[in-house]
């Protein structure tokens, strides 16, 4: 009975092992089919500027997202590949371990049937009980006869249960290892694949150089806009602050004007001081966070990082955060730029209020504060929401507009604790 259970407990360690590997994979399959799905519409895209016979930005930044993706799925068919070794190192344990268990079970079946086949007649089985000592060993071997036969019974069920299992996780090998084998097969694929492209952006690249005019034209445009879409950004966040920074001052006059006040008409000289009061010297994150409204919500905002929505429903980064090179022209992102859909709706993605809207260029740059935190929604064609308006999670304020130079739909998202810029990408939920 004892190694019956072992065999029940092994068995449940196994599935559990198995069924958290499954959860894993899942999720893995789940983010290598989105890759796929959002490769197949880069090369659509590429494949309709190609045919233009001229390369162009657009062609040069659809290059680089699909490259982007394509490496980045590559990274998941490894994980996938691990996961896989592991499940199959798994189950060839468990076969072994099940194979060794029959085998024990099944000696000791032949044994219980040999020892059965010599006591097979009632004569031996007689003698067997009348030859006890006394009356109480009689009855214990009655008792172990009857019982026997149940055990005997019982054996050839875990015989046979074991003998399934067996089967089963034998069919499950062999299908983890056929999984094996077909990821493999397009982890090659995408690696020659990425191999052509990388060539390709080369040569774009080449065609784009021979074309410095207009290169640097469109260069120049974009970083007109990135210039001026900063000072924006900076402009109003410093006006937030200062705002912040004069209402918390007035507030702390009135409070303490009251607090001597108090003080003055009565005897008791004990009275509360007010709290620490905001000054020039505060810094900008207790002027942001000055009131209780504004702390609860930068701490709520701070509890959701890693799992905040995305600008967009769809989209892929065509550029990350912080210092990038574009033909030898060197940049800084303060935040991402997310390639979209057509008119995609652009949405808030944490509650706050709408701290300013900017026309820059001909595109809207919009900025939420949450708390001591603001999002940035720039190059948006249009707006939904007004200034000081209070927004919601995933409530759309806007439709992304597309980029000029580049001749796709975009939106440049940006995350700032107060006046610093931070990496967006890694508070958004994983892609």
Do not use: C
């Not at 006591?119 to 006869?145: E, H, P, T």
């Not at 052509?196 to 445009?221: I, M, P, R, W």
């Amino acid at each position: 009975m004892m190694r019956f259970l072992k065999i029940v407990f092994f068995l449940l360690g196994v599935f559990i092992a198995v069924n958290a590997h499954a959860q894993s994979s899942d999720e893995l399959k789940r983010r290598r089919d989105k890759y796929n799905e959002e490769l197949e519409k880069l090369n659509r895209e590429y494949e309709e500027t190609a045919n233009n016979k001229k390369s162009t930005l657009k062609q040069l930044s659809l290059l680089k997202a699909q490259i982007n993706l394509r490496e980045e799925k590559i990274t998941a068919i490894n994980s996938e590949v691990r996961i896989l070794d592991n499940q199959i190192s798994e189950s060839n344990n468990t076969v072994h371990s099940l194979q060794g268990q029959l085998d024990m079970l099944k000696k000791e079946y032949a044994a219980m049937i040999l020892f059965a086949y010599r006591n097979q007649s009632s004569y031996n089985k007689l003698m067997f009980i009348f030859a006890a000592k006394d009356f109480n060993q009689s009855y214990k071997r009655l008792k172990y006869l009857q019982q026997f036969g149940s055990y005997r019974e019982r054996q050839a069920q875990y015989i046979e249960g074991t003998e399934k299992d067996l089967h089963v996780k034998i069919v499950e090998l062999d299908n983890t290892k056929k999984q094996k084998s077909t990821l493999l097969v397009d982890q090659v694929k995408e690696k020659q694949t990425l191999g052509k492209q990388k060539n390709d952006q080369a040569k774009v690249v080449d065609d784009l150089s021979k074309q410095q005019g207009q290169l640097k034209e469109q260069q120049k445009d974009l970083q007109r806009k990135i210039a001026k879409t900063k000072e924006e950004i900076n402009a109003a966040i410093r006006r937030e602050i200062a705002e912040a920074r004069r209402k918390a001052e007035e507030e702390a006059a009135r409070a303490a004007k009251l607090a001597n006040a108090a003080a003055a008409n009565s005897d008791n000289k004990n009275v509360t001081a007010p709290k620490k009061a905001i000054t020039k010297n505060s810094t900008a994150s207790e002027v942001l966070n000055a009131t209780p409204e504004a702390a609860k919500l930068s701490n709520d905002f701070l509890g959701n990082k890693g799992s905040l929505p995305w600008p967009v429903a769809n989209g892929v980064v065509i550029q990350g955060f912080g210092v990038y090179y574009t033909e030898g022209i060197k940049s800084e992102s303060n935040g991402i730029e997310i390639k979209t859909n057509q008119d995609a709706s652009v949405r808030a993605v944490f509650e706050g209020n709408v701290a300013s809207i900017n026309n820059i260029y001909g595109t809207y740059t919009i900025i939420i504060r949450h708390g001591e935190y603001f999002t940035v929604y720039s190059n948006l064609k249009s707006v939904s929401v007004g200034k000081g308006q209070k927004v919601g999670t995933k409530q759309n304020i806007g439709i992304a507009a597309t980029e000029s130079s580049q001749g796709i739909p975009e939106v440049n998202f940006q995350l700032w604790k107060g006046s610093s810029p931070v990496n967006p990408k890694i508070w958004l939920v994983p892609d």
